[in-house]
């Protein structure tokens, strides 16, 4: 039924909202944000390792203990420095979100390769922030246990079901989250607190909105107010959608918490679904977000400039930069609607990664487009925006005689070997032709 007025979640939204990069990579690491250390420390089978937990691994076991922490803490002294800390604030930026193990507050649990603790980069992050005018927000990236079987809490693990959602260790987290809320409670540009990262879907919604509302309170306790911190709440690839799961998240708690906010990450490269859309159907995708950033309290956590396949092949005969700027502008416009604001992911990626290394982004003024007017569309019909990005050729009729190419819903084209139809590649080869006869 509808939640009475007393028990809506506040959509609070701060004075000055979020416009930020982060700082992915250095506490905790992965390969494309750690560039270069993973590629300077390939495993055996000179692959690169994929999160920080095989790294360790091989670090550990072709250098020791000794050296293999040397390795870690120059790749912490010199990955970000102040100097990075200035250029952000150069580049008209007003904030860092800094993900974090928790190995970097509290020494690593036994077993695990991990090597902390490393408090004096937390507080120089803090100190860097404080110096050069930024807002900072602490964000817990890797819970003890994991909060996912994925690299981005540190540990892939593979098959996924090595992990599971009991293996997360809630009321160590909590603390976690405490020793930091008391830590730099008298810190003013400490703006936000995330409480985890990317939590896998399969954890029940009552068990996290649980640990998200022990955690505001917690965080609360420990003097950082609801005036002046935003605790950051993530909704991420949550089966019920971000709709239902935060209409839960108001009825457990009776909407009493103030200055949370979700985070959600907009990525549009992922999964059949944004590798299937054309690139108008990716900037109504934007446009959709902006209805949901309206409704919530929320912060885009991450967003990139990377869009999926069928983009490519749907965008007229715009070249890579034009077609990456305008898609660019869009989800810059979209934030502006945002109640915490957003941060792009990342500052540092490997240097040919435009779309995800925002130094590069910001050199080649991908980042600095003024955003399209996009034609209203009842949804009835074709999209005008498809007619506008991709126009239809002069005579859009196909002949005898002509080769055409048959994209599928997840923006490969068919392919034929011998009497063999399969769909492995997004280009228009030899292999993708089809002449009609």
């Not at 107010?225 to 799961?245: H, K, T």
């Not at 959600?264 to 109504?284: D, I, M, P, S, W």
Request: glycine residues 8%; proline residues 6%; negative net charge.
């Amino acid at each position: 039924g509808e939640l009475s007025a007393a028990m809506a979640q506040c959509r609070d939204a701060l004075a000055d909202p979020w416009r930020g990069v982060n700082l992915g990579g250095w506490l905790l690491l992965e390969p494309g944000p750690s560039y270069p250390l993973f590629t300077h420390h390939p495993q055996e089978d000179n692959s690169q390792a994929r999160c920080e937990w095989d790294l360790m691994k091989v670090l550990l076991k072709q250098l020791g203990k000794k050296r293999a922490a040397e390795v870690i803490k120059t790749h912490r002294d010199t990955h970000v420095t102040k100097a990075d800390f200035e250029r952000i604030r150069a580049c008209g930026l007003n904030s860092v979100r800094v993900p974090f193990g928790y190995w970097v507050v509290t020494e690593p649990r036994p077993k695990e390769p991990y090597v902390g603790p490393a408090l004096e980069y937390l507080d120089r992050a803090v100190d860097w922030a404080e110096e050069c005018g930024l807002q900072i927000v602490l964000d817990l990236h890797g819970c003890p246990g994991g909060e996912s079987p994925e690299a981005p809490c540190g540990r892939r693990q593979r098959p996924e079901s090595r992990w599971h959602w009991k293996h997360w260790d809630f009321a160590e987290s909590l603390n976690i989250l405490e020793f930091i809320a008391k830590r730099y409670v008298s810190r003013s540009c400490v703006t936000g607190i995330a409480v985890c990262n990317e939590p896998c879907g399969l954890v029940p919604a009552a068990t996290l909105i649980s640990y998200y509302s022990r955690a505001v309170d917690r965080i609360r306790k420990a003097g950082m107010s609801a005036s002046r911190v935003a605790v950051v709440l993530p909704v991420f690839q949550r089966p019920e959608g971000e709709d239902e799961f935060i209409a839960k998240w108001t009825k457990l708690t009776s909407g009493r918490h103030r200055n949370i906010c979700f985070d959600v990450h907009c990525y549009h490269c992922f999964e059949n679904q944004f590798h299937g859309k054309t690139f108008a159907q990716q900037l109504r995708a934007v446009e959709d977000n902006v209805a949901m950033l309206q409704k919530h309290p929320m912060v885009a956590g991450e967003w990139a400039l990377c869009l999926g396949r069928a983009t490519w092949c749907t965008c007229g005969d715009m070249d890579e930069d034009t077609v990456i700027s305008i898609f660019g502008a869009q989800q810059m416009d979209a934030w502006k609607h945002a109640s915490h604001g957003s941060f792009f992911w990342n500052w540092k990626e490997e240097p040919e990664n435009k779309e995800w290394n925002f130094q590069v982004a910001y050199e080649k003024g991908l980042l600095s487009r003024t955003p399209l007017k996009l034609p209203s569309w009842d949804h009835k019909g074709e999209d005008p925006l498809e007619e506008r990005l991709h126009p239809s050729p002069s005579d859009p009729r196909v002949y005898y005689g002509d080769t055409v190419y048959l994209r599928v819903f997840h923006g490969m084209y068919m392919d034929i070997e011998g009497t063999k139809v399969n769909c492995r590649w997004s280009d228009k080869g030899p292999w993708q032709a089809f002449t009609i006869v």
